[in-house]
């Protein structure tokens, strides 16, 4: 079983600012690890899949990067609608998929 | 427009049995892949189960192995968990998601459901 890690746990950071979260396999993963936002009492809506591309109406402040077993998500300029939990999932041993245990962004 | 809503979940005894659905709509079911994921209160999500897209091949977390079984209903347009010999650590809120499609093998979660609660308690 692949397992995923996510650092931090919780990471503060002011409005404007720049957050970094990052996400490590425990095997590589080519290219084929997603990013998903989950706000309290909401579905998981995902954000990058193929390592770095965004999805589907996801804005460009948003921005993944890495191959193998480091990935990295980056939100360039964090709005106040922004602040929830970061998953990390990985679907390269599909199709037993695994999560990261998640980092939650709040605001400093 | 995608939409998936879950049902059928609720209070269920330890050792009980509980059938989850999955009413797909705004795309061509047949053709996409479907999972299961749960989250248990105040924790990660955790995946349960998939099927593939023509219903032939069936994968389940170890956690959930040999007591829970996953199907799906083309002319329904439905997707099903079947949960049996259910324990406290089974609790949480059941969500599907469906398959991107993006290549011809498993791919990310495009589409989620806003999710079913499953409570396994006396």
């Known amino acids: 079983e692949i397992v995923m890690t996510q650092s931090p746990a919780t990471l503060s950071v002011s409005p404007g600012e720049r957050a970094t979260l990052s996400c490590r396999g425990s095997?590589?993963?080519?290219?084929?690890l997603a990013w998903y936002q989950q706000k309290p009492g909401q579905a998981p809506r995902l954000l990058i899949y193929g390592a770095s591309t965004r999805a589907t109406g996801i804005p460009a402040r948003f921005s993944g990067s890495g191959s193998g077993t480091e990935f990295t998500l980056t939100i360039s300029s964090l709005q106040s609608e922004d602040f929830a939990v970061y998953y990390c999932q990985q679907y390269n041993n599909w199709p037993l998929y695994t999560f990261g245990q998640g980092t939650k962004l709040e605001i400093k | 427009e995608v939409q998936l809503m879950e049902s059928g979940g609720g209070l269920v005894q330890p050792g009980g049995s509980l059938r989850l659905s999955c009413a797909a709509s705004g795309f061509l079911f047949k053709n996409f892949a479907m999972s299961w994921v749960r989250q248990a209160p105040g924790k990660g999500l955790e995946w349960v189960a998939s099927?593939?897209?023509?219903?032939?091949?069936?994968y389940f977390a170890d956690s959930v192995k040999g007591r829970f079984t996953i199907s799906r209903d083309h002319l329904q347009n439905t997707l099903f968990l079947q949960l049996s010999s259910l324990r406290a650590e089974d609790t949480a809120l059941y969500y599907c998601?469906?398959?991107?499609?993006?290549?011809?093998?498993?791919?990310?979660?495009?589409?989620w459901g806003l999710g079913t609660l499953v409570t396994v308690s006396s």
């Open positions: 095997q590589s993963l080519s290219s084929n």
């Open positions: 099927i593939s897209a023509g219903g032939g091949s069936t």
């Open positions: 998601a469906k398959d991107s499609g993006r290549s011809s093998g498993w791919n990310e979660f495009e589409h």
